[in-house]
């Protein structure tokens, strides 16, 4: 017998750039990664780790980690330049998957309270997004503790991110939010479908949200954490989100008080309470808006 990958006391798969990597312009193109990390240490602390420019029909399959050691968003999906072939500029009809991102280090300064593991700063329309694990904080070997550094997991910002599908294993360690739709009531961010395993905001934060939205027609599907009082609400609308549908897995320390806060009552939000059978709504609901999302169930509240 024997050892294929001999343990040789250093890991040949860790490539450290100092500068961001950038995906220009590209159509009808395939990237393929396997089995590595980039732990990107750009000069230029503010720049991420990669930039992904205008792309249409991109297959983009990365099966390794990127780590980050900036103090900006690690990864930015943000089209500046127009497609080669059609003039335009965006992010659409294509696929992305990075298996882990982490937000190891906030060398030279201080983390931006914008900062994203995952920023979204340009249209967006009709693709899929694959995140196996979001981790935004640093991890010291030698005194065994981790520290929260990134403040959001996924930022969208206000621009026309459209019907695009989310698939996401876990968000966790991060300061403001798991999942931020737009910043503002100007945020035109609709028609979105996220799919997460967990979402986790950092234990040292009693004012994060596990999702905070300011956008029309999107579907949340999340389980999260508040065992800690680590978190004001898993869920917040303000007065832009119109007909967010938020179903929210049951959890281990998650409880009903904290499920919901500002806005939600007024915009058609439902939530699935972890046991079967049992749906909750807002006071002012009537009965007739559950049987509209084709759940042919009776109302315990509000009817």
Same mark, same amino acid.
């Given at each position: =017998? ?5 343990n ?6 860790? $490539?450290t750039?100092?500068q961001?990597?950038?995906i ?5 193109? /395939?990237f ?6 980039l732990?990107v240490?750009?000069?230029i ?5 990669i930039?992904?420019?205008s792309?249409?029909?991109v297959d983009f399959? &990365?099966r390794g980690?990127i780590?980050?050691g ?8 943000n089209?500046?330049t ?5 003039a ?6 294509s696929h &992305?998957?990075?298996?882990s991102i982490?937000y ?9 309270t914008?900062?994203a593991?995952v920023?979204f700063?340009?249209d967006?329309?009709?693709?899929t997004f694959?995140?196996?694990e979001?981790?935004?904080s640093?991890f010291?070997?030698t005194t065994?503790t981790?520290?929260?550094l990134?403040?959001?997991g996924i930022?969208l910002?206000n ?6 599908l ?6 966790h360690?991060?300061n403001?939010s798991? $999942?931020?739709i737009?910043? /503002?009531?100007?945020?035109?961010v609709k028609?979105?479908?996220f799919?997460?395993g967990?979402?986790?905001? /950092?234990?040292?934060s009693?004012?994060a949200?596990?999702v ?7 579907? &949340? ?6 065992a800690?009082?680590d978190?004001?609400a898993?869920?917040k609308g303000?007065?832009s989100?119109?007909?967010g549908?938020? $179903?929210?897995r049951?959890c ?6 904290a ?5 939600h009552?007024a915009?058609?939000t439902? $939530?699935w ?5 049992e749906?909750?709504t807002p ?5 007739k808006l559950i049987y509209?999302v ?6 315990t =509240?509000g009817a």
């Amino acid at each position: =017998a024997f050892n294929i990958y001999p343990n040789t006391g250093s890991d040949v798969g860790v $490539i450290t750039p100092t500068q961001t990597i950038t995906i220009p312009p590209c159509q009808n193109r /395939s990237f393929t990664f396997k089995s590595i990390t980039l732990d990107v240490r750009p000069a230029i602390t503010t720049e991420p780790a990669i930039r992904f420019d205008s792309c249409m029909m991109v297959d983009f399959d &990365f099966r390794g980690q990127i780590g980050y050691g900036g103090i900006g968003n690690a990864v930015e999906f943000n089209g500046r330049t127009r497609l080669p072939y059609d003039a335009q500029v965006a992010i659409v009809d294509s696929h &992305f998957r990075i298996d882990s991102i982490a937000y190891i280090s906030n060398q030279g300064g201080t983390v931006a309270t914008d900062s994203a593991l995952v920023h979204f700063k340009s249209d967006c329309h009709r693709n899929t997004f694959s995140f196996n694990e979001l981790n935004g904080s640093g991890f010291d070997a030698t005194t065994q503790t981790v520290t929260p550094l990134c403040y959001n997991g996924i930022l969208l910002g206000n621009y026309g991110i459209i019907d695009n599908l989310f698939n996401v294993g876990s968000i966790h360690h991060v300061n403001t939010s798991g $999942i931020q739709i737009g910043t /503002s009531t100007a945020a035109a961010v609709k028609g979105n479908d996220f799919r997460v395993g967990l979402i986790e905001c /950092s234990e040292a934060s009693t004012t994060a949200y596990a999702v905070n939205s300011y956008g029309q027609y999107n579907k &949340f599907d999340f389980s999260t954490n508040n065992a800690a009082g680590d978190f004001e609400a898993a869920y917040k609308g303000h007065t832009s989100t119109v007909k967010g549908y938020v $179903i929210i897995r049951k959890c281990e320390g998650n409880t009903a008080t904290a499920e919901f806060t500002t806005g939600h009552n007024a915009h058609k939000t439902y $939530i699935w309470n972890g046991t079967e059978g049992e749906l909750l709504t807002p006071t002012n609901r009537v009965g007739k808006l559950i049987y509209d999302v084709g759940l042919n169930l009776t109302p315990t =509240a509000g009817a």
